[in-house]
């Protein structure tokens, strides 16, 4: 059986934890491998920000947003 973040709303749930997936995917493969935002001041918060999110997610169903 499925696990939600909020199982009250399951299609809202697996969209939030899918969209989180793929902002994560972005930052890390486009920006951060990139070299596109890795030297910018706030790089390291915002990676620890998007690590602690995917930690928190993982687990949950996930609709799979396609880039």
Excluded: Q
């Amino acid at each position: 059986m499925p696990k939600y973040l909020n199982p009250n709303d399951p299609k809202a749930s697996s969209s939030f934890c899918g969209l989180i997936t793929t902002a994560a995917a972005v930052f890390a493969y486009r920006l951060g491998l990139g070299g596109m935002y890795s030297s910018t001041e706030h790089f390291d918060e915002i990676h620890e920000h998007i690590t602690a999110l995917m930690h928190l997610i993982d687990g949950y169903e996930a609709t799979d947003i396609k880039l």
